[in-house]
């Protein structure tokens, strides 16, 4: 239930909820209200609910803790202000993939926020360390879920794996709406990890000479971050 109200952009009615979860109505309404006590959700007047500030902290806690982000830190800033692009650090999240960290242009944003979870196989952050995966592994990954997330997505296993094997040959992966309407991304995987670096850009000023110098800049940045974390 948590992880429902926290992928949401917005409030989520208890209707919604019921339909989501098939929990009986008495059932979901004890515990939302044992969650509301406890300061995991709020409950607005229009009988709709959204994650409350009490589930910030263990998140924050895990960042806070965690050595990819720390010394990730100043080199997603470095991108940002190189570029003037939003800037994503994930995580692979099985079956899905997971921000943990981001740096947000001057200019308009496009991207996910920290702790918004997305599917691998429709985003290029997603695809840049599916492609560093075991085919097998892949293969377990995609079992749990595979569907066209956009009008733009690869819908078919075959289809996807070419792409998988072009990112590993150009050493970064690239989409083009594929997650998000009307934005593109180019990703690279952190060496030795199942975390990646992405860029998010609009369509209209994603070229492809500049998709070709975002990826310049991500492959020396996930370079020194995983040089890094190697000493």
């Known amino acids: 239930m948590l992880e429902r109200l926290s992928a949401a952009t917005d409030r989520v009615t208890f209707e919604s909820l019921l339909r989501q979860l098939g929990l009986p109505e008495g059932v979901l309404r004890g515990r939302l209200r044992k969650l509301v006590d406890r300061g995991w959700v709020v409950a607005e007047p229009d009988d709709s609910y959204a994650i409350g500030v009490v589930a910030l902290r263990p998140g924050s ?4 803790a965690d050595r990819t982000v720390r010394l990730a830190a100043p080199l997603l800033t ?9 800037v994503r650090l994930v995580r692979l999240d099985p079956p899905g993939i997971v921000c943990i960290a981001s740096r947000e242009p001057a200019q308009d944003t496009a991207g996910s926020a920290v702790g918004r979870r997305m599917p ?8 840049a360390i599916l492609a560093e995966l075991p085919r097998e592994r892949v293969v377990a990954l995609l079992d749990l879920g595979f569907e066209a997330h ?19 040959a150009r050493g970064w992966a690239y989409e083009r709406g594929q997650f998000q309407p009307g934005v593109g991304c180019v990703a690279a995987a952190v ?3 199942t975390d ?6 609009p369509l209209a000023r994603l070229t492809d000479d500049h998709a070709v110098e ?3 800049n991500l492959v020396r940045t996930t370079e020194e971050l995983g040089e890094a974390l190697r000493r």
């Open 120 to 127: 691998a196989y429709a985003s290029a952050s997603g695809k």
């Open 214 to 216: 975002i990826a310049a």
């Open 191 to 193: 060496p030795g990890t």
């Open 196 to 201: 990646a670096i992405s860029v998010g850009v």
């Open 78 to 86: 470095q991108l940002r202000d190189r570029l003037d692009e939003a």
């Open 150 to 168: 956009t009008s733009e997505s690869v819908a078919d296993r075959a289809t996807l794996f070419e792409e998988l094997a072009e990112t590993r």
């Open 61 to 64: 806690a895990y960042l806070l």
